[in-house]
């Protein structure tokens, strides 16, 4: 599962540090996080500020990140008003600003969307991305992989919305009318969901290579989070007993390997295979599986040491030195490790 879900923090590759500040006419010396109360470290302000800018140069959305350091008395109007003070959006070609403010004394989040992205970011789906995908990071404290994680689907909706309507900011008196959505991050709220965890039975290794990765899209149509599952290696089931999975993430992986995997291929290597897609299909990132007497396992174990994402997702080996490069003779890789046709 590695190669889709992992891709929510291997996607940031980075390189940025600075100073907060409100507002810049120079791209280069934007800043987007205003971290207070210092809840993330400085690797991963470095991170979110590289994706940040990334999102501005291409995606065209100003995006910014508050975590406050006093309680908010009304969370949505202080959302409005950090919204203003920023400018959110007059750095990009229309009102496209996005603002996410923690307050970590109430234990709410919300989510301020500008004007030209409102089509794109309906109130609803904010609000299933806030639960399904930033909510179970926070609820165990770790805010900077949920502020990771969110950024990674914003960004993939904003991939799959690139010809909505452009408006002009002019003619908005304010950046954002309020729309967006709010959550409470408290561990004992009345509205979490406990994390469905369910029996390695039924999720036996099979035969073959490609029926082994028919039960893992099962396992993501059901939305089975159990680490245990005998469909993958003993490593890999050490690897997921340390990875929060959420429903987002197997949403994602599901729709992915669902448009996919009619072009796979199967790659048998004797005791080991390789499930690859075309080279065009670049977010769809290889699997691999080692055999078993029982039959075929997932080996996520060793995707997670080989395989990486850049920021448009776009998979590549960070190192051929493993047992599956094999399968991989009649492509070509260039120094970065992205495939091409040889």
Request: charged residues 20%; glycine residues 4%; hydrophobic residues 35%.
């Amino acid at each position: 599962m590695k190669d889709i879900l992992k891709i929510f923090i291997h996607v940031l590759l980075l390189i940025s540090t600075g100073c907060l500040i409100c507002s810049c006419s120079s791209t280069s010396d934007l800043n987007h996080i205003d971290d207070q109360v210092g809840l993330l470290t400085s690797h991963q302000i470095e991170r979110l500020e590289q994706f940040h800018r990334i999102l501005l140069t291409e995606q065209d959305v100003q995006f910014f990140v508050t975590i406050l350091d006093q309680a908010a008395p009304d969370l949505d109007q202080t959302a409005l008003d950090i919204f203003a003070q920023r400018q959110l959006g007059l750095e990009t070609s229309s009102s496209r600003g996005l603002l996410l403010i923690i307050d970590p004394n109430l234990k709410q989040a919300r989510i301020e969307v500008g004007y030209d992205l409102e089509e794109t970011f309906p109130d609803g789906l904010i609000a299933s991305l806030e639960y399904d995908q930033m909510l179970p990071f926070f609820r165990q404290n770790r805010i900077g992989q949920g502020i990771e994680a969110l950024t990674e689907l914003l960004t993939q909706r904003l991939a799959q919305h690139k010809n909505q309507k452009i408006y002009s900011p002019k003619i908005n008196k304010h950046l954002s009318g309020g729309a967006g959505a709010r959550i409470s991050t408290a561990s004992d709220d009345p509205t979490d969901q406990p994390v469905d965890v369910h029996s390695s039975s039924g999720f036996s290794p099979q035969p073959t290579p490609r029926g082994t990765l028919l039960r893992y899209r099962d396992s993501l149509a059901m939305r089975i989070k159990s680490p245990d599952l005998l469909i993958f290696t003993p490593e890999s089931r050490d690897f997921f007993r340390n990875w929060l999975v959420t429903d987002a993430q197997q949403n994602n992986a599901l729709r992915l390997l669902n448009e996919t995997l009619s072009s796979a291929e199967t790659i048998n290597l004797g005791d080991h295979a390789v499930i690859r897609f075309p080279i065009k299909n670049r977010q769809a990132s290889p699997f691999f599986l080692r055999k078993h007497p029982s039959g075929w396992q997932l080996d996520f174990a060793t995707m997670s040491q080989t395989i990486i994402f850049n920021h448009r997702n776009q998979w590549h080996f960070k190192s051929n030195k493993h047992p599956y490069i094999k399968a991989f003779s009649d492509w070509k890789f260039d120094s970065n490790g992205f495939p091409h046709i040889r």
